[in-house]
């Protein structure tokens, strides 16, 4: 009955994930119609940098690690007054917290331009400092939103909280189009901003009265003499320091891509935006269902390994099945992929060579950061925040290094135009996914005994995979079609089709119901 559950929530929290996915894709292309790979682009999106940093921070991954584990258990349990203080004592903290480094990261911005842009100068500096302060209170509300994900998804109302940011995207969508003609790009740049902040006031509200109907003795209080909520304030910093050090990663590229030409930053932030797409699809998705639900088993018996080498092997599988097709899919048809969403106005085919060499890089890493999330919930579900820090913390400290040599260094010794570092960034920090994953595994196997995929399932996942990829690169040639979305159904749809009959041939499950 319990797995049922997960993989009832796995699928609503999919469907969620892919509405707003699908939004932001749209979100993205509308983005790209009207600032290409430009200097008001590469400051837009440069300038998102610190305050996603700080929503990913303070938001939902670090709630879900750290207050999920605790209230799920409580609930499970039936302390329902004791669960009710703690969220109420969480959400009170975070606000005031929040709150506090709003205004500091508003008032600092100006002197912490040179660390998010280096390579930025005159106007375009002076635009990102602008966008980022106007950035920092939609910010604010997006970590407030993130404790409403953490009560939904607990009691596993999982759709509400992964659709809500279908919302924050329409916004700015709708912000885009009503004043994209109208404007300038930076004037525009400036306009869409708040059109964020507004589209993040209104993902917390979607969110807020169904959270407060679940807590039903909510009111704010800071108790921090509550046992619960020590408990959760002591697993939220060593997670806290966990996203922090990935975040600095993503920091470091972001950094060492504003010292690479003009459009650098822009074509990393696009290829980024396909590459998260299977990872929250189908990694998160798993991952956020199953936390719940191995934690309420870690929080009732003790002999619970077991019970989590069955459900953490069955959600590898479940990740596998559709992440190996999008590994193939992006290295081998990436341009179709890249052209049927981004190709218009300002962002020409050239544009989409780019950004497709940039999302081969990201392939490296794929399979291994999305299986290594799973593995993460599950010591975040043994209350155990530390083992996932000290593996990030590898991490980060092997991306930088190959990033700085892959983004800088390398495409002279292969006498390749300067702009192809940006490949090598992805490239690299996919190297360091694997060691990380790598390292979980092992950590864990240690703990609870063996857990992964067998070679012979992935030997059909990626031989299924490479076959239906070429017979549908052998239809983008032979059918002539050139209009990108028209060629992209032409063959898209083929591939899919063709990778389920080969598993279904098999005898692979689907796991599409």
Same mark, same amino acid.
């Given at each position: 009955?319990?797995? /049922?559950?997960?993989r009832?929530?796995a ?15 749209i ?7 009207? @600032? ?10 440069a300038?998102l940098k610190?305050p ?25 349990? /039936? /302390?329902k007054?004791e ?13 005031? !917290? ?5 205004l ?11 660390l ?19 950035? !920092?209170?939609?910010?604010g ?7 409403? &994900?953490?009560?939904?998804? =607990? ?10 940011p ?7 969508i709708?912000?885009?189009?009503f ?11 400036v306009?869409?901003a708040w059109?964020?902040?507004f ?14 109907? $679940?807590?039903? %003795? ?5 108790d921090l003499k509550i046992?619960?909520?020590? /408990? ?10 966990s ?5 600095i ?6 950094l060492?891509?504003s010292l690479?030409p ?18 929250? &699809?189908?990694?998160m =998705? ?6 719940p639900?191995m ?5 009732? =018996? ?10 953490? %092997? ?11 097709? =999008?590994?193939?899919? !992006? ?14 106005g300002? @962002? ?10 940039v ?7 794929l ?9 993460? #919930? ?32 390398l495409?002279?010794?292969?006498? $390749? ?26 950590k864990? %196997? %240690?703990r609870?005994g063996?857990?992964?995929l ?10 299924? #995979? $490479?076959?239906?990829? $070429? ?6 040639i032979w ?18 089709g ?5 598993t ?7 796991f599409l119901?």
């Open positions: 009955m319990k797995k /049922e559950v997960g009832s929530g699928f609503w929290v999919a469907a969620g994930i892919f509405l707003s996915r699908i939004a932001g894709l979100r993205e292309r509308v983005f790209a119609h009207f @600032f290409g790979n430009s200097d008001a682009g590469d400051a837009f999106k300038a610190i996603n940093f700080l929503q990913n921070l303070f938001g939902e991954g670090v709630l879900s690690a750290s207050f999920i584990p605790v209230y799920a258990g409580l609930m499970a349990r /039936e /302390e007054i669960s009710d203080k703690v969220a109420s004592s969480i959400f009170s903290l975070l606000a005031l !917290f929040v709150s506090f480094l709003v500091l990261g508003v008032w600092a911005t100006p002197f912490l331009i040179d998010i842009a280096p390579g930025f100068h005159g106007e375009k500096k002076l635009l990102t400092i602008h966008l980022v302060q106007i950035f !920092f209170p939609g910010t509300l997006l970590v407030l939103s993130a404790w409403c &994900l953490g009560i939904l998804n =607990s009691h596993h109302k999982f759709f509400l909280s992964y659709t809500a279908v919302l924050w995207n329409a916004a700015i709708f912000t885009l189009i004043f994209g003609q109208k404007h300038g790009q930076f004037d525009l740049a306009i869409t059109g964020l902040v589209g993040s006031a209104l993902q917390l509200a979607v969110q807020w009265p169904t959270a407060i109907k $679940l807590v039903k %003795n909510f009111r704010l209080h800071l046992t619960h909520v020590r /408990e959760v304030l002591r697993n939220f910093f060593p997670v806290v320091v996203r922090g050090v990935v975040q990663s993503a920091y470091i590229d972001n060492l891509a690479l003009t459009g650098a930053v822009s074509a990393l932030a696009y290829a980024q935006t396909l590459y998260l797409l299977p990872i929250s &699809l189908f990694g =998705s798993v991952s956020v269902a199953e936390l639900q934690s309420r088993v870690v929080g009732v =018996s003790e002999n619970v390994f077991p019970v989590l080498q069955e459900r953490l %092997n069955a959600g590898l599988k479940r990740i596998a099945f559709f992440i190996v097709p =999008s590994v193939v899919g !992006f290295l081998i048809l990436g341009d179709v992929i890249v052209a049927a969403i981004f190709q218009s300002e @962002f020409t085919h050239q544009s989409t060579l780019y950004v497709w060499g999302l081969a890089g990201s392939t490296v890493g399979l291994a950061s999305t299986l290594g999330r799973l593995y993460a #919930a599950t010591f975040y579900a043994l209350h155990d925040t530390r083992t996932p820090l000290r593996f990030a913390l590898i991490r980060v400290a092997i991306t930088t290094v190959l990033g700085y040599f892959f983004a800088l260094k495409p002279g010794f292969f006498h $390749l135009n300067t702009s192809w570092g940006t490949a090598g960034l992805t490239s690299s920090a996919g190297i360091a996914g694997w060691i990380e994953f790598l390292l979980l595994r092992k864990l %196997n %240690n609870i063996k857990t992964g067998e070679k012979k399932y992935m030997v059909c996942l990626w031989s299924a #995979a $490479l076959l239906a990829a $070429l017979l549908s690169w052998g239809i983008k059918s002539g079609v050139h209009p990108p979305i028209l060629l992209a159904i032409f063959v898209l749809f083929p591939y899919g063709f990778y389920l009959l080969m279904r041939a098999v005898g692979i499950r689907t119901k």
